[in-house]
């Protein structure tokens, strides 16, 4: 069986390597700033940040900065101006506008993704980023994690499913792409749970999907629930078994963009072998290439 990594897929499209480089825009979120809610989702330590290049005035500026600290990784090739902190489309579209039309002028950036939440796509600016997609490509990142509505209340994800399948069949119907984030491990979550939610995100249309273990950061609302025991995190077998029963659900066309994912270190609770990154892709690839799991190099957009 084949899957379609970032990796492979960029270089067959852009002809390089190309290296995410994580941004911050500087957002806040609805969770946080009393619209919905004010803690965050219950895992949310910085907004999926820890690791984003802080805002200075000027996003070139910012974006030659993410590029510096990354410089060695990426051996010459181009970029993926991510914003990854908070909600990136949470602003008027002329706010929006402002901030991401500099990005497309920087010969290095390949594309632009912006991790967002679906209830935070209004028309106009699903139409702004549908005319910045007609520069250079844009892809949009869902925060879904679940279909499971009990789960999705735990969480405080706060939108219901039909939300989510909206925005996706919105973003599509503008010519965009949409990456869809996925967390194995979810407290009270069974397999079935998980598989459910990989075959909505799979049926729906999603281009790619984000696959992430759960991990528990201090300082968060779900840090206080596992040192009180109601649940445990995964061992890294128990993962990987996951991992393959969601890769081998997905439509043949899909592309993955993470296979795992870990905190800031200095945060991280559980599960501590989630820390050791590098020993930990490198036990996930080992393990698909046993069970026959092998890189695609064919990319159907």
């Known amino acids: 069986m084949h899957y379609n990594s970032f990796n492979s897929v960029m270089r067959a499209r852009f002809g390089c390597k190309v290296y995410k480089l ?43 900065r993410a590029k510096a600290r990354v410089q060695g990784k990426n051996g010459g090739g181009k970029y993926v101006a991510y914003f990854q902190s908070f909600t990136n489309t949470y602003a ?16 290095e950036v390949a594309a632009l993704s912006i991790a967002t939440r679906p209830d935070c796509l209004e028309p106009e600016k699903v139409a702004l980023l549908a ?30 499913l039909p939300v989510y399948d909206d925005a996706v069949s919105r973003l599509k119907a503008a010519g965009l792409e949409v990456i869809t984030h996925v967390i194995l491990g979810l407290p009270g979550e069974t397999e079935a749970d998980l598989y459910a939610t990989v075959d909505h995100v799979s049926r729906v249309g999603s281009d790619g999907i984000k696959l992430q273990l759960l991990h528990v950061l201090r300082g968060t609302d779900l840090y206080d629930d596992y040192l009180a025991g109601r649940f445990s995190v995964l061992t890294l077998p128990a993962y990987i078994r996951l991992l393959e029963g969601c890769i081998r659900r997905l439509r043949p066309d899909m592309v993955i963009h993470r296979l795992t ?12 072998w989630s820390g050791d990154k590098k020993a930990v892709l490198n036990a996930i690839s080992a393990a698909l290439e046993r069970d026959n799991v092998i890189q695609g190099e064919l990319y159907t957009p």
Request: glycine letters at 14%; proline letters at 8%.
């Open 261 to 272: 994912g870990d905190g800031a270190k200095r945060d991280l609770a559980a599960p501590l």
């Open 22 to 64: 994580a941004l911050d825009g500087g957002f806040t979120c609805p969770n946080r700033d009393g619209t919905l809610g004010t803690r965050g989702c219950i895992f949310c330590g910085e907004g999926s940040g820890a690791f984003a290049q802080k805002p200075c005035g000027d996003v070139l500026t910012q974006i030659d």
């Open 92 to 107: 008027p579209a002329a706010r929006l506008r402002e901030l991401f039309t500099p990005v497309l002028s920087h010969p």
């Open 131 to 160: 005319e910045l997609g007609a520069v250079k490509p844009v892809w949009v990142e869902l925060g879904l994690q679940t279909v499971n509505p009990v789960t999705a209340v735990y969480i405080r994800r706060g939108y219901d």
